[in-house]
Structure formats: C-alpha cells, structure tokens
C-alpha cells in the first residue's frame, strides 16, 4: 500500500501571498489530520477531516482553512502569510475518526518557508 | 488548558536502556499514543495504551498509570538507529484531536 503522500514537499513564498498544501491519504483512510511542526514547538494541531466534514479545529487563526474531498485527499490553505508560518505541514491519516487506537499515517510534510 | 510534559533531551550509549517520561495533564484521557520521528523524517506510530499496564513490541515497551496521569517509553538494547525524537500523546476524548508532547529528542552514541 503506497504512503500517505504529500505535494508540494518544499515551498518558498513570500509575506502576503497564500499557499495550497495537498494531502493523499493512504487507500482505505477517511480521516485526515494536519499538523503543524516548528523547533521546540512539537506538534500543533490544525484541524481534522473525516467523510468531508472538519471534525476538529485546533487553535489557529481563520486564514488557516482546510477541506476533504470525496476521495478523502485533503488540502490546507494558508492565506495572507506571516513569516511565522514558516514551518513543517504535517498531514496524517487514520482509518477512523472517532474508535480505536487511532494510529496516525504521517507524509513527509511540507516544508514552507516565508520570506 | 491541556498540557504534556516531557524531558527536552535524554542521552545514552548503545546496549544501554532508557526511559522517556510523559506526564499529562488534560480534562480527560481516552489513551496514550508514542511517535518516533527521524530527523527529517515522518513520526511513525509506536504504541497506544489505553489501559494501566505495560505493552510491550520488541525493543520498546509503554507503560501508563491513569491515576498517575503519567506513563513512559522504554527503549532497551539501544542501537544508534533510536536516535530520534519522541513524543507522547493524549486523545482527551473519543472523536477528540491527538494533542502532542514538545518531544524529546534522544541521542544515543557508541
């Protein structure tokens, strides 16, 4: 079974401008979760989707949205950026939403760095 | 607010065991997960406690105390390849968002 795969894995833009981040989860997995990671902050959650529907929003300002389609390929979109965006996106998937163990599939992230 | 505590760093030689503490505190507690990532690298999945006790794969094996609010990560037999960081997490509830530890970050030398 292929990964969960994530695109673009690098980006670089510039204060202001906004960005789409992609998500493909694993065959069989409708749930999606995006992370943000930064040094010595760990892991912060952004939001969750599972059949389509956000199920948990983490504590980040509106610019930060997301969507699931219905093949559960997820994306996150990053309006007016701020340098302090400049992080690794982190999406993972899962089989379930709500049961379970609740094992996290994670991409490789995407690096995105704001000047 | 939800809060996980975990040492910033552990050191330790290869062979040697180690222990990787996580101390929770949160509104409600549904289960305990451990992640290992590379650096650069994904964090993959290593075990879920959801009960008092210990599990054990392998190498590694959890350990959680509800009552405690508290489990860990032990790691035997280190090898160079577990230098990584760690980190806990906690689902407060069904349904719930996995909320993560900072992490630690292990360095195992020769």
């Known amino acids: 079974k292929a990964g969960v795969t994530q695109t673009p894995r690098y980006l670089i833009k510039t204060r202001g401008q906004q960005v789409t981040l992609s998500c493909s989860p694993i065959s069989g997995h409708r749930s999606v979760s995006w992370y943000q990671q930064t040094p010595g902050q760990g892991l912060q959650f952004l939001f969750e989707?599972?059949?389509?529907?956000?199920?948990n929003k983490g504590n980040f300002p509106g610019r930060f949205s997301g969507r699931q389609f219905s093949n559960s390929r997820s994306e996150m979109n990053v309006s007016t950026l701020e340098l302090g965006d400049s992080a690794l996106y982190l999406c993972?998937?899962?089989?379930?939403?709500?049961?379970?163990?609740?094992?996290?599939?994670f991409g490789p992230g995407t690096r995105l760095t704001v000047t | 607010g939800q809060s996980l505590e975990q040492p910033s760093e552990v050191t330790a030689v290869e062979g040697a065991i180690v222990q990787i503490n996580c101390t929770y505190q949160?509104?409600?507690?549904?289960?305990l997960s451990w992640y290992q990532q590379h650096d650069g690298g994904a964090p993959t999945f290593l075990s879920y406690?959801?009960?008092?006790g210990l599990e054990e794969t392998g190498r590694f094996s959890s350990f959680l105390s509800r009552s405690d609010s508290y489990g860990y990560l032990l790691l035997q037999e280190l090898q160079m390849k577990d230098s990584a960081s760690y980190f806990c997490?906690?689902?407060?509830?069904?349904?719930?968002?996995?909320?993560f530890g900072k992490g630690t970050t292990l360095s195992v030398s020769s």
């Open positions: 989707y599972f059949s389509e529907t956000q199920r």
């Open positions: 949160t509104s409600g507690f549904y289960g």
């Open positions: 997490a906690v689902r407060v509830k069904a349904g719930t968002a996995l909320i």
């Open positions: 406690n959801a009960l008092d």
């Open positions: 993972a998937s899962s089989l379930e939403w709500n049961r379970g163990a609740y094992e996290q599939y």
